[in-house]
């Protein structure tokens, strides 16, 4: 009985002690104190983190009025897992050199039909947005993400040895 209680209490105080990371005013901090914050949080809760960052500007940037939020965030949440599970069927090798024709035809089709599941997806949520927000809400969901992406791209090919990201249209 002593074990379970322990186990519920140091459950709790980790749950209490993220709930306290996500509750930081991340807007005054400076960059450097961003970073230590993140670096200190495990991977789970930096995807958290992230996933819970993401929901909040996709719903800032597109004015999803407060009765819809709930039903947009769910219905988002569930279109970027789904869209992560696609994208987890293909890892490409990057060993090209060492490939045979038939290796490298075989991946190069498994890419374009994990391209077309990712946009039939894309296609179908589409749909399931439009219930909650307007067509043009959803055009510029997509058109934030694509930035957002592009973002993270421009970060991690800048690196610690890169001067600056190039910029992308």
């Known amino acids: 009985m002593k074990k379970i209680a322990a186990a519920?209490?140091?459950i709790l105080a980790i749950q209490f002690s993220f709930a306290q990371q996500l509750n930081y005013d991340w807007k005054s901090m400076k960059p450097e104190q961003r970073k230590e914050v993140i670096q200190k949080m495990n991977p789970s809760e930096r995807m958290s983190l992230l996933k819970e960052f993401r929901e909040k500007m996709i719903v800032a940037e597109l004015a999803v009025p407060q009765n819809n939020q709930p039903e947009f965030i769910h219905l988002y949440t569930q279109y970027?897992?789904?869209?992560?599970d696609i994208k987890s069927k293909f890892t490409p090798s990057e060993d090209y050199?060492?490939?045979t024709d038939e290796e490298a035809t075989r991946q190069l089709n498994q890419s374009f039909e994990v391209g077309q599941q990712l946009l039939d997806n894309r296609k179908n949520y589409a749909q399931k947005f439009m219930k909650v927000?307007?067509?043009q809400q959803v055009l510029k969901m997509y058109q934030t993400e694509g930035k957002m992406r592009n973002k993270i791209l421009d970060k991690k090919q800048a690196g610690p040895n890169n001067p600056g990201p190039q910029r992308r249209r």
Request: aromatic residues 0%; charged residues 20%.
């Open 133 to 135: 927000i307007s067509p």
């Open 97 to 99: 050199e060492n490939m």
């Open 8 to 10: 519920l209490i140091l």
């Open 80 to 84: 970027q897992d789904r869209q992560n």
